[in-house]
């Protein structure tokens, strides 16, 4: 723990998993509009 420098911590692999995520939601986000805007015309 002595050789500890602050900030010197390597955190490319949690900003890979940070930006999948964020990948992943605004998918999921278009995905569902699109459905229910394609639910809303097929509805009426």
Do not use: H
Not at 17 to 38: A, E, H, P, Q, S
Request: avoid cysteine; charged fraction near 20%.
């Amino acid at each position: 723990m002595a050789d500890y420098k602050p900030g010197d911590m390597d955190i490319a692999e949690q900003e890979a998993t940070y930006d999948g995520f964020w990948k992943w939601i605004i998918r999921t986000l278009v995905i569902v509009g699109i459905v229910l805007l394609i639910l809303a015309v097929v509805g009426t």
